[in-house]
């Protein structure tokens, strides 16, 4: 069965272009709640925790740099079957494979640059929520 809640962050180059207010829109029009949000920076340590998946992988470096030079937006999200629908709602990781009106499509630069974070799965959704707020930070 599909969970409820999912995790995003608004990356880096999104906060500095200043899409902060259009991507939350697009998140709240789509039906989604937010039950937890933050403004606030990772450093090179904890954005190398959070990819630590992609550590082997050759874009590691560049993603940890990319994701530890400015603040993001943190959020947890609600709404029924919240990863799948977030996932469709922010498009393909390659912006110029993203479908029109997406979130990518619409902000995102390139596939390195690509203006949000979308859980995969449940299970990671909720690590990755974890990560970032205590229980008493979700609402």
């Known amino acids: 069965m599909a969970g409820n809640r999912t995790f995003t962050m608004i990356k880096p180059d999104a906060v500095e272009d200043g899409h902060i207010g259009n991507i939350l829109q697009?998140?709240?029009n789509a039906g989604f709640r937010i039950v937890a949000m933050k403004y606030t920076?990772?450093?090179r340590e904890k954005a190398g925790e959070f990819?630590?998946?992609?550590?082997?992988?050759?874009?590691?470096?560049?993603?940890?740099?990319f994701m530890s030079r400015g603040p993001i937006?943190?959020?947890?999200?609600?709404?029924?079957n919240a990863v799948e629908d977030f996932r469709k709602l922010i498009?393909?990781?390659n912006p110029a494979n993203a479908e029109p009106g997406t979130i990518r499509a619409l902000y995102a630069k390139n596939v390195g640059e690509n203006?949000?974070?979308?859980?995969?799965?449940?299970?990671?959704a909720a690590i990755e929520g974890?990560?970032?707020?205590?229980?008493?930070?979700?609402f």
């Open 115 to 124: 203006a949000v974070h979308g859980s995969d799965s449940d299970e990671n």
């Open 73 to 80: 937006v943190a959020a947890i999200l609600e709404k029924d």
């Open 41 to 43: 920076r990772l450093s």
């Open 26 to 28: 697009h998140i709240c």
């Open 91 to 93: 498009g393909a990781t």
């Open 130 to 138: 974890s990560f970032h707020f205590a229980g008493v930070e979700m």
């Open 51 to 65: 990819y630590a998946v992609h550590k082997e992988r050759p874009f590691y470096g560049e993603l940890v740099e």
